[in-house]
């Protein structure tokens, strides 16, 4: 489970400042407090807070079967005090607090943490408010909901607007805070990793809140009040099929599925997405039932592993290269805010993603008609955006991994379209990544460019359209390696291992066949608040233009997370359909040499290649 936290959108800048503020509070509290739920080990919970101030909630209705009510104890509600203490290991990262589900659900260990995140804010920033909860339905999320749901209750919420059956993508809480206007509020998910009762789910305090009001039941939509108190269950896919319907032309998008000449298929990994495949590829925009693989949401993800890569994504990469494969293939992660995109026998690297997205997103996508305001990527992402910034002229930014830093950029209206070669890609629609919206930014594409195709002609195809922006910006051969669980001590080692060699490199030495241009551990002051961070990754920058960096990842439950990412650009047309693994070979061999990866780990070989 982990805990993440980043502010709502279309705030005022003083209430964007108050956010900010609470959530550095956080972030820098050894015992935070998070959501979750006892159905779900893998959790990851995201708390986005936005500083409005709400009046306080009529007490008033429950539910029954549909959306009739009842009224519920006029009286109020009964609040616990319940002792508690601090515990150790609960600092959040970069992706919030990511503990086996079998941690949460010892006594208080959830209650902490939420109460914790309580403790952190300004009254003013929930009393009386309006919060909203969901998550992605692995295991332990059903439970972590009621505590949560009891201790928001009991520090004076005014109301909580929950998923139906607790589910919710990441990007649908955002988009319901948004429409809403709520406070904020919190995202059970522990995001890509697996679930089930032997996996993930994703703080100093002296007593916990607890209202005593009884579960309330997730399966029926309507109001439940206790007091001054309520509850409200929500259909979890409505507000963000609205959103997406003023984002994309959906009739646009309609022709290209209703083709009889062009098949897709969407891979919902039995995670959150699913909830959202049926009304919005199926109903909405109508593809075929079929097209839809793995749609049913389940708590441990059909024992699967919910991270749309190459490697955890297999049964849909076999799919898509197989002789006569599907024109289109897409997949989301648990929480719904990671995708990964495919043609027939064609990957298309996230980095390269974000950068033909927002190449062709004035003329596809009827939300930036007027363009795009600005372009970002992480760090570790290649510079295949950065291309893209300087043609169309637009104001560009490199920051930290994390999507905090993005929400900050977009809540000064200075970006719009953004990524992580992480498999994470967004706009400022809401301030998270969505993996729906990317699939349906590459729907648009694909569906602009062949609008006046008539059946029986060839289609302009996802590998059609990589290779022409290649030939218009060049090539970034990209690649990362991940090296899952290793051993904490001999990874840290490794790290400064490799910034003691950095304060020691000058411009001009010679690493192979390569020139460095420069070494440095990435630092980062905000434009927007001034807030400076610093160590958040290793590079080495040739004058070539490759690139090495290395980092861990903060993503992980257990041990560290090595990753390296290597880079290189080609200007070279004839070069550019070479196989990536083996352009980027000299590199790869340098990194390794250069970190003394084997040395230091013990690892042979890397968990995942993307």
Known sequence: MAFALSSSLNMSSSASTATMTANAALANTSTSSSLLSPASPSLSSLVTLKVTRRPSSPSVVRASSSFSTAVAEPEGIKVTSVPTRPIEGQKTGTSGLRKKVKVFMQENYLANWIQALFNSLPPEDFKNGLLVLGGDGRYFNREAAQIIIKIAAGNGVGKILVGREGIMSTPAVSAVIRKRKANGGFIMSASHNPGGPEYDWGVKISEIKMAEIPDVDLCCLGVTAYGNFSVEVIDPVSDYLELMENVFDFQLIRGLLCRSDFRFIFDAMHAVTGAYAKPIFVDGLGANPDSIANGVPLEDFGHGHP???????????????????????????????????????????????????????????????????????????????????????????????????????????????????????????????????????????????????????????????VKEHWATYGRNFFSRYDYEECESEGANKMIEYLRDLVSRSKAGEKYGSYILQFADDFEYTDPVDGSIVTKQGIRFVFTDGSRIIFRLSGTGSAGATVRIYVEQFEPDVSKHNMDAQTALKPLIDLALSISKLKEFTGREKPTVIT
């Open 307 to 465: 991270d749309p890569n190459l490697t955890y994504a297999k049964d849909l990469v076999d799919v898509m290269y197989a002789k006569n494969g599907p024109d289109f293939g897409a997949a989301s992660d648990g929480d719904g805010d990671r995708n990964m995109i495919l043609g027939r026998s064609f990957f298309v690297t996230p980095s390269d993603s974000v950068a033909i997205i927002a190449a062709n997103s004035q003329a596809a996508i009827p939300y930036f008609k007027n363009g795009p305001k600005g372009l970002a990527r992480s760090m570790p992402t290649s510079g295949a955006l950065d291309r893209v910034s300087e043609k169309l002229n637009l104001p560009f930014f490199e920051v930290p991994t994390g999507w905090k830093f993005f929400g900050n950029l977009m809540d000064a209206g200075t970006l719009s379209i953004c990524g992580e070669e992480s498999f994470g890609t967004g706009s400022d629609h809401i301030r998270e990544k969505d993996g729906i919206w990317a699939i349906l930014a590459w729907l648009s594409i694909l569906a602009y460019r062949n609008k006046d195709k008539k059946v029986g002609e060839k289609l302009v195809s996802v590998s059609d359209i």
